[in-house]
């Protein structure tokens, strides 16, 4: 046991320090905290605990609506001039995986993952999707152990500067690129399902978009849509 832990980066209580600080939040129950940074190659890789089998994938559901909720309300209050779908727009860009994946960064939430070693050895502690994911775990875990208070505090400091740096409503990217697209007399862009990803409780759907000309890019969401839009997203990050 104290092998695989030691290989994994399994940590006591005690070594979530740091990452309790930046949380701004004690936890009573350390497991909670173990169960969101735990990702499902180490679980089960170990079998050490019947309630880790799914790794964080259950606070990764649970923290994904808490943070939906807890941005929706901010943005409510603090832009009340702006229609149902501008205030849509700006939560959709907020909540999507690039965001969480760059608050994880913010963190350095990587450090404290746990990992299967062959997760570990091929970089899984700086890929964007498992940080994404890890991140709303967390949020779920902030949630479970101290309440909305918990978890609307740590989503409050990180995602206000996010809020705060974009002024209006972001556009939609995929009527972007499609505008993009038209301006240059390019066929629209195609957009096709080209695999699904996770649990079949919890898929994530990848699409892949390509505009004549261009290389192809995929996006990866729980839904066609997401996956969609995250997909449009990349390939005008890409163009730009």
């Known amino acids: ?59 990764e559901f649970l923290g994904d609506r808490v943070l939906s909720l807890v941005v929706a309300d901010m943005l409510l209050a603090q832009f009340p001039a702006e229609s149902e779908g501008e ?25 404290d993952l746990i990992l299967g070693e062959s997760e570990d050895a091929t970089g899984g502690r700086d890929k964007s999707a498992i940080l994404a994911d890890a991140c709303e775990a967390v949020i779920g875990a902030l949630y479970l152990d101290g309440g909305l208070a918990a978890a609307r505090g740590f989503i409050e400091q990180r995602w206000q500067p996010l809020i705060s740096g974009s002024p209006k409503p972001p556009r939609d990217p ?48 729980g839904n066609k849509r997401e996956a969609e839009r995250i997909a449009a997203q990349t390939l005008l990050e890409t163009l730009r």
């Open 87 to 111: 205030l849509a727009r700006r939560h959709a860009a907020l909540v999507r995986a690039g965001g969480l994946a760059a608050v994880a960064r913010k963190i350095e939430l990587g450090k």
């Open 174 to 221: 995929k009527t972007e690129l499609q505008e993009w697209a038209q301006g240059r007399g390019l066929p629209l862009p195609a957009y096709r399902e080209v695999g699904r990803e996770g649990p079949a409780h919890a898929p994530k759907f990848v699409i892949e978009v390509e505009v004549k000309g261009q290389t192809a890019v995929r996006g990866a969401g």
């Open 1 to 59: 046991m104290v092998a695989d832990r030691r290989k994994t980066g399994r940590r006591s209580a005690d070594g979530h320090t740091r990452l309790a600080g930046l949380l701004g939040h004690s936890f009573k129950n350390a497991a909670t905290l173990e169960e969101a940074l735990t990702h499902r190659s180490a679980a089960e890789r170990q079998r050490v605990d019947a309630t880790f089998r799914f790794g964080n994938e259950r606070l």
